[in-house]
């Protein structure tokens, strides 16, 4: 089954704690990315990779930090977490062609709800 | 820079209601549209895209045209179901970039 799993699902933390939620995808996507949610902004995409070893920031990248040595995988880390860190984080991933050309369809993970106390 | 913006919810309707949610855009180059919708507990799926003016996007009964007039891309649904109770995202991508802006989300509860 084509899917893209994130782990942990839940994580209660501490402040200045580095942790790392994992993100793999199955479907040998080039394009893969990290979302945060908060209620009433949205979706704000953190970071995001379109191939191995090539990352980019993006609307929110303050406080992460991602690596992309696999193809699959895709960990976000979180050096010093904050309780402004306090969110559900989402991994999406799709395929890309040469270039920047992302495919319309983005495959999210079932999400990550983080709290920093 | 590019922006969404959704009509605020939440939307409560009854079952077999009619349902309109707003959507509209703002977007420095040409974008494709679409509408992703989060089930309670689970990650976004996407429900419907439109990739050029007067495309109409359709799925599972929802139904959204791509209005470059009017920087629209309203989502509709005949008759909702209470299996349709989720938060639903507008969002839109410039060709040749991989970002996806989205919307705030409204959420749209129907009861029985």
């Known amino acids: 089954e084509a899917q893209v799993t994130q782990n942990p699902r839940y994580l209660i933390t501490v402040t200045g704690k580095k942790l790392t939620v994992t993100c793999s995808q199955n479907?040998?996507?080039?394009?893969m990315s990290w979302y945060r949610q908060d209620p009433g902004l949205g979706l704000r995409q953190i970071y995001y990779?379109?191939?191995?070893?090539?990352?980019d920031k993006g609307d929110v990248p303050e406080g992460y930090k991602v690596s992309r040595k696999e193809k699959r995988n895709f960990p976000l880390i979180l050096e010093s977490p904050s309780p402004n860190q306090t969110s559900l984080y989402f991994c999406?991933?799709?395929?890309?062609?040469?270039?920047?050309?992302?495919?319309?369809?983005?495959?999210f993970g079932p999400g990550t709800r983080l709290t920093v106390l | 820079g590019d922006s969404v913006t959704q009509m605020e919810g939440p939307v409560t309707l009854s079952e077999e209601a009619f349902l309109t949610i707003n959507c509209t855009y703002t977007?420095?180059?040409?974008?494709?549209l679409f509408w992703y919708v989060q089930y309670p507990g689970e990650g976004l799926q996407l429900l419907l895209k439109?990739?050029?003016?007067?495309d109409k996007g359709s799925n599972k009964g929802f139904e959204a045209t791509y209005r470059k007039e009017t920087t629209s891309f309203h989502l509709e649904k005949g008759s909702v179901q209470v299996s349709d109770s989720a938060v639903y995202f507008c969002?839109?991508?410039?060709?040749?970039?991989?970002?996806?802006?989205f919307g705030k989300g409204t959420m749209l509860l129907v009861s029985p």
């Open positions: 479907m040998n996507h080039e394009y």
């Open positions: 977007a420095t180059g040409y974008p494709s």
């Open positions: 969002a839109l991508r410039i060709a040749g970039y991989s970002t996806l802006t």
């Open positions: 439109a990739t050029k003016a007067d």
């Open positions: 990779s379109m191939n191995v070893e090539v990352t």
């Open positions: 999406a991933s799709s395929s890309a062609g040469l270039g920047r050309e992302v495919a319309d369809t983005q495959y």
